[in-house]
């Protein structure tokens, strides 16, 4: 049997599932308490109705209509006004259950047949499930839910299902033979934060193998995506942030505001990189730091990472809208010798032979720029560069060193570390005045604080602006 599919209202998961759900297909959405099963069924019933003029029946076993319409109000969902317009209706069996099964299934039928509706939510299928009193009775309901509701009447049909904490069954243990598509929600720590998944074990009528994005509540159910870099549209000149007292802007505000302002003065920034993690990715926290700067009159010094030249400095400062007189002026990019290297006025190479000789010509191109500008500097370090070049023992001397006089000067320091180093991770984590980490699970990028600790926040681009900015969303 073919499906045509349904948009679920679920923001992102439509394109994890090739287009929707199967329409006038039964979907059970399983998970512990707790997981998000009712915001997810409550915004598939209310994007339904909005965005595609369906109606829409939520069947409650758990909850009052007053409670649930009060709840669903702080995700923006207004329920009350889509069952003025004829849109919804909400069927209380809070107290029908105790009738038995037969007269909650008619009274499910005939409010969908009432309404003309082509979304069900039955929440929750175990808890109706507590009327049975022979286990077949399940099979029998399940066929009569699939063949009377969703495939006669042609209503997508979801089917909460609760799993007790510690078990991994699926409700009574039939549901998944008869669905047509089963999501199940989780709940797991990452790194000792919170982080929700969401995995699609079937989808009957679509090509889709076994899934697993992560998910979070924030503003409603959001299905995060693969990242994925945007295209800028209409490019234009960044645009530099204040610094709040005592601090530098990140010059982005969602990680201004994850950190409480920004990043202190005078401070030593820690961040830490996964090895999954690409180039673009980790240029998106750190490059509109640069750009704040560069923006408003102060220098930039860096060190890149290895894998990283000095083109691609070259370009992200493009990306900010800069002129080449202020590249030239404000950015200087430590580059290590080869024969080829054509030299531009903001390149500086050195030999990455003698530490204290490379040393002194960092600090006297710091001192010049400094009088040029008579700002604090920002320095941007690749830790894995220097450690190649002098050592593990040499490169945490040189940064205690500069970070020393740049404490002194308040500048800012940031310094990128990638896996392999477990001893530079360690001493500079405990020197770190912010210490943050950029990691991945699911094709989801993550940046969480653990200095000052934080949530784990998905990273994505966005380019409405007019060039590339994180945008950071908490997994609650």
């Known amino acids: 049997m073919s499906f045509h599919l349904t948009p679920s209202g679920i923001e992102g998961l439509d394109e994890l599932l090739g287009g929707g759900l199967p329409r006038g297909g039964l979907i059970v959405l ?22 595609h003029g369906e109606r829409g029946v939520y069947v409650s076993f758990a909850e009052d209509k007053q409670q649930f319409y009060h709840n669903m109000k702080g995700f923006g969902f207004n329920f009350e006004r889509l069952e003025e317009e004829g849109l919804f209706s909400f069927l209380d069996m809070l107290t029908v259950k105790e009738e038995g099964v037969s007269t909650a299934l008619e009274l499910i039928i005939g409010r969908v047949a009432e309404l003309g509706a082509k979304r069900l939510v039955i929440d929750s299928f175990s808890a109706m499930a507590q009327a049975f009193r022979e286990p077949h009775e399940a099979r029998i309901v399940l066929h009569t839910i699939l063949s009377k509701i969703a495939r006669s009447m042609g209503c997508t049909t979801l089917l909460v299902v609760e799993v007790p904490h510690g078990s991994s069954r699926i409700g009574l243990g039939v549901e998944e033979f ?7 929600l989780k709940r797991r720590l990452l790194e000792d934060r919170p982080l929700r998944e969401l995995e699609v074990l079937k989808l009957r009528g679509a090509p889709t193998p076994e899934l697993q994005a992560v998910f979070t509540l924030r503003g409603g159910f959001k299905v995060f995506s693969l990242f994925k870099p945007k295209p800028v549209e209409a490019p234009r000149r960044f645009r530099p942030r204040l610094d709040p007292e005592g601090y530098f802007s990140t010059g982005s505000r969602d990680l201004d505001e994850v950190l409480g302002g920004g990043y202190p003065r005078g401070s030593l920034v820690l961040l830490e990189i996964d090895g999954r993690i690409s180039i673009p990715q980790y240029h998106l926290i750190a490059v509109p730091t640069a750009w704040n700067f560069v923006a408003q009159g102060r220098a930039v010094v860096v060190i890149p990472s290895a894998g990283v030249d000095h083109t691609i400095i070259g370009r992200r400062a493009l990306e900010g809208g800069f002129t080449a007189d202020e590249v030239n002026n404000l950015l200087r990019v430590f580059v290590r010798h080869y024969t080829d290297l054509r030299p531009e006025p903001y390149i500086v ?13 960092y600090v006297s191109v710091v001192i010049e720029l400094r009088r040029k500008t008579r700002q604090p500097l920002l320095h941007v370090t690749g830790v894995d560069t220097l450690i190649d070049a002098y050592g593990e023992r040499e490169t945490l001397w040189l940064m205690r060193t500069a970070l020393a006089i740049s404490r002194t000067t308040n500048d800012l320091t940031i310094a990128l570390l990638k896996p392999g180093y477990p001893r530079a991770a360690e001493v500079l984590g405990a020197t770190a005045d912010v210490h943050l980490k950029i990691t991945r699970e699911h094709g989801t990028v993550f940046v969480y604080g653990v200095k000052p600790k934080t949530n784990l926040y998905a990273l994505e681009m966005d380019t409405s602006e007019g060039y590339p900015m994180p945008k950071l969303t908490p997994i609650i």
């Open 30 to 51: 399983a998970g512990n308490p707790g997981t998000g099963k009712t915001i997810f069924s409550a915004q598939f019933l209310y994007r339904g109705a909005i965005d």
């Open 178 to 184: 008869v669905a047509d598509g089963i999501v199940v």
């Open 349 to 361: 190479a050195f030999k990455g032979e003698d530490a204290m000789e490379d040393f002194e010509k």
